[in-house]
C-alpha cells in the first residue's frame, strides 16, 4: 500500500503552486504512471481523495497517464514497446536494452482554476 | 484558469534523502546494500550468517526494517554488531527518511558494510531508494519459481539474486534452473547465488562477493 506515501506526496508538491493571494483551487492534476512502478491507479486515486477530504483541494481530479514500457535494442537500434515485462528486443532478440519509458512516477501538470471568476459565472 | 507544467518526481523528497544518505557512505567507505523479500524467506538468516563469516574479517553494521517488534535487531544483538531498528508500525516499505534516522542510533562511520533489511515485501519497496549502493533481492525455493516473473520490478530493480533454502529443494515444486530463467529474462545482468542457511551451502561465495564490493 504504498499509494498512500504517494498520495502525500503528490499532494505536498501540489501545495507548492498554489499563489500567494490565495484566490484559486487545484481542478485537476495529473499524474504520469509508468508501468514498471507497481502502482496500483484505483488505490492510488482512492488514497488521494481520502487525503484531499476536507482540505483547500477537495474536489480535485487525479487524471493518471499510464506509461508503457518502452525497450530500445543496444544491438540492432529497434525500439518496441513492451505489454509483458521481459526485457529482450522482440525484432533481433538480444537482451542488451535500455528501457527509455516505464520508470515514470511524476507529477505532469496541475491545473488551477479561479474561486472568485466562478462564483460570478455562478450568480 | 492556470496550467502549470511540474514534471516533478513524486519521490524527490525521497530521492533528496537517500543522495545524502549515499554521498555519506561513500564519504567513509561504506559498501552498502539494501536487501529485499517476500516474508519469511530468510532475509534475517542471511544476514546472521552473513556476520558469522565476515565480523572477524571486516566492520559489519545492519538496519533492521519490520511492520512491527524488534525481534529481528534482538537477533543481530547476540552477533555483537551494531544494530539498528526500524518499526513502520504497519508501513509496507522503508523509506530515505527512515533509514537517515536509524543511521543516527549506530557508529555507522566506524563500519566497512552497512546491511539494511527491508520490510518482507516484494512489491512496494522496490521504488524506494533508500540511498543504498546496491539492492540485493532474496528469493527462497518455498515461494516458487514464478515469482520473478509475478514481481518484475524488484527482479529489475536488484544487481543481486540470492536463490535460498536450496536444502529444502527435495521437498518442493520447484526448480533453481527456472528460476534463473525467469530471473534473467527481466535482468540478464543479475548476478545470482544459491544459498542455504541451514547448511551453510554457498554463503561463503556470497560473503566472498561482499568481501571484493567493500575492497573496491
Not at chain 1, 519509458?101 to 482554476?113: A, H, K, P, Q
Amino acid at each position: 500500500m504504498h499509494e498512500l506515501s504517494l498520495a502525500q506526496e503528490i499532494i505536498s508538491i501540489t501545495e507548492q503552486y498554489y499563489s500567494s493571494d490565495n484566490n484559486e483551487r487545484v481542478k485537476s492534476i495529473k499524474v504520469k504512471i509508468g508501468k514498471l512502478q507497481n502502482v496500483l491507479p484505483d488505490s492510488l486515486e482512492f488514497c488521494f481523495n481520502a487525503l484531499i477530504q476536507n482540505s483547500k483541494m477537495e474536489n480535485a481530479k487525479m487524471m493518471i497517464e499510464h506509461v508503457p514500457i518502452k525497450l530500445e535494442c543496444k544491438n540492432c537500434g529497434n525500439i518496441s514497446e513492451q505489454d509483458g515485462y521481459l526485457f529482450a528486443c522482440p525484432k533481433c532478440g538480444c537482451s542488451a536494452i535500455t528501457v527509455i519509458s516505464g520508470n515514470e512516477l511524476t507529477v505532469s501538470e496541475i491545473e488551477f482554476e479561479n474561486v472568485s471568476n466562478n462564483k460570478e459565472v455562478l450568480n | 484558469m492556470t496550467l502549470i507544467t511540474v514534471e516533478r518526481k513524486v519521490l524527490e523528497k525521497n530521492d533528496v534523502v537517500a543522495n545524502d544518505i549515499r554521498l555519506k557512505l561513500k564519504a567513509h567507505n561504506i559498501f552498502s546494500f539494501n536487501l529485499l523479500s517476500s516474508p519469511g524467506s530468510g532475509k534475517t538468516s542471511l544476514v546472521e550468517r552473513t556476520i558469522a563469516h565476515l565480523k572477524e574479517k571486516i566492520s559489519i553494521g545492519v538496519i533492521e526494517g519490520d511492520v512491527q517488534t524488534d525481534l529481528d535487531a534482538q537477533r543481530i544483538d547476540l552477533l555483537g554488531v551494531p544494530v539498528a531498528q526500524i518499526v513502520t508500525n504497519g508501513g509496507c516499505h522503508l523509506d530515505a527518511g527512515l533509514v537517515r534516522d536509524a543511521l543516527t542510533k549506530i557508529d555507522y562511520a566506524q563500519l566497512q558494510i552497512l546491511i539494511i533489511e527491508n520490510v518482507g515485501n516484494l512489491v512496494c519497496p522496490a521504488g524506494f531508494d533508500l540511498g543504498e549502493e546496491t539492492k540485493v533481492v532474496l528469493l527462497s525455493t518455498t515461494e516458487g519459481d514464478d515469482k520473478p516473473l509475478k514481481y518484475p520490478a524488484m527482479f529489475r530493480n536488484a544487481s543481486v539474486l540470492i536463490i535460498n533454502k536450496i536444502d529444502l529443494l527435495p521437498y518442493v515444486n520447484c526448480s533453481v534452473q527456472k528460476i534463473k530463467e525467469n530471473a534473467l529474462a527481466i535482468n540478464p545482468d543479475l548476478k545470482i547465488f544459491e544459498t542455504s542457511c541451514t547448511t551453510d551451502a554457498g554463503i561463503p561465495d556470497w560473503c566472498n562477493w561482499i568481501l571484493a564490493q567493500a575492497n573496491q
